[in-house]
């Protein structure tokens, strides 16, 4: 029996609910309806007076967590949708983070951004803002692309005393499964190799890794190997692993479904270039999704995030410098 990823998230919101007592979730239609994804689904019945709707108020939802959090609870908010979180700014970046550096008190919460571009999903439902909030000291911004990253990604979220920005893709909800949960993890913070290479390196997250993994198969047809790193988390970043890869085959291509100017990949590129200069045989490059609000249409929008068409595009003109 297969599990998604969607479905991974519940389980682990679940887990946190059942293991310990000041676990809550609050968000907007998450406890009967279950939330616009269904994540929640069944939560509030399994666990009755836990699972909160709260008001369309982004601002008020991360103000109220904020308070219970740093109160001894251990809140989970649910955003409809990682654009909308912009809503919330001003008390995700200027409260919770800072809260521990002001005070002394922990600010332990998770916010959930339903993130990344899905088809038809337009300008105010699609956007990649893990860069926007790895700006700011004080909060951890992770990226599950697998399953088993899901689930365990954010219990290990749940349990840190820091504010967590859980950004899961929505693309993922229903195309990725696995055949079981985890019963291993590797530690917030740590990258992981998803496919051993030697003539390139690509950095990469989120949904991004499948086109990553799938533009290597395409090359391997052409005999190249394509090293393939998951970031996992991208505040922290784990820069020794992204250098160590570089150091096996001498070539960066930076992979990130946000916009171009600055963000995840230019963090990348920046510091192998500072700390990996001499590794390089190629000059690093990076691919983001177009410099454009995201658009409605499934065949602009499918021209407007990176493929693994374009991933592969890209690796053959790294490999032929």
């Known amino acids: 029996m ?7 998230i519940r389980e682990a ?3 946190a609910l059942r293991d310990d007592p000041s676990v809550f979730i609050y968000g907007q239609d998450i406890a009967t309806f279950g939330g616009a994804f269904k994540a929640t689904k069944h939560l ?3 666990f009755p007076g836990r699972v909160l709707d709260s008001p369309i108020s982004e601002d008020a939802m991360v103000g109220m967590a904020v308070g219970a959090a740093i109160s001894g609870m251990r809140p989970i908010v649910e955003m409809q949708f990682a654009d909308f979180s912009s809503i919330g700014f001003n008390q995700i970046v200027n409260q919770a983070a800072t809260h521990f550096w002001r005070t002394g008190v922990p600010c332990p919460l998770v916010i959930r951004l339903p ?3 899905t088809s038809g999903g337009g300008p105010f439902h699609s956007q990649s803002m893990e860069s926007l909030y790895a700006h ?3 909060l951890i911004v992770l990226t599950p692309a697998t399953v088993g990253d899901a689930y365990s990604m954010l219990l290990d979220a749940v349990a840190l005393d820091d504010p967590v920005i859980f950004c899961e893709h929505k693309f993922l909800y229903y195309h990725l499964k696995a055949d079981s949960l985890p019963t291993e993890r590797l530690p917030i913070g740590k990258a992981r190799i998803a496919r051993g290479g030697r003539h390139a390196t690509v950095v990469t997250c989120s949904a991004m890794l499948h086109e990553s993994l799938r533009a290597a198969d395409d090359l391997l047809h052409d005999g190249w190997e394509i090293e393939v790193v998951d970031l996992r988390s991208v505040k922290p970043l784990d820069t020794d692993t992204i250098l160590a890869s570089v150091a096996r085959t001498g070539r960066l291509l930076a992979v990130a479904e946000s916009f171009p100017w600055g963000g995840v990949s230019a ?3 920046s510091r192998v270039v500072a700390d990996g200069f001499h590794l390089l045989d190629a000059p690093p490059r990076r691919l983001n999704a177009r410099d454009t609000p995201i658009p409605y ?3 602009l929008w499918a021209n407007h995030r990176p493929t693994a068409a374009a991933i592969a595009t890209a690796l053959r003109e790294l490999l032929a410098f």
Request: charged share 20%.
């Open 2 to 8: 297969s599990i998604t990823y969607l479905e991974a």
């Open 13 to 15: 919101q679940a887990k």
């Open 44 to 46: 509030a019945r399994d």
């Open 115 to 117: 993130s990344g571009g």
């Open 136 to 138: 700011y000291p004080g």
């Open 267 to 269: 963090e990348v590129v």
């Open 297 to 299: 249409h499934p065949n």
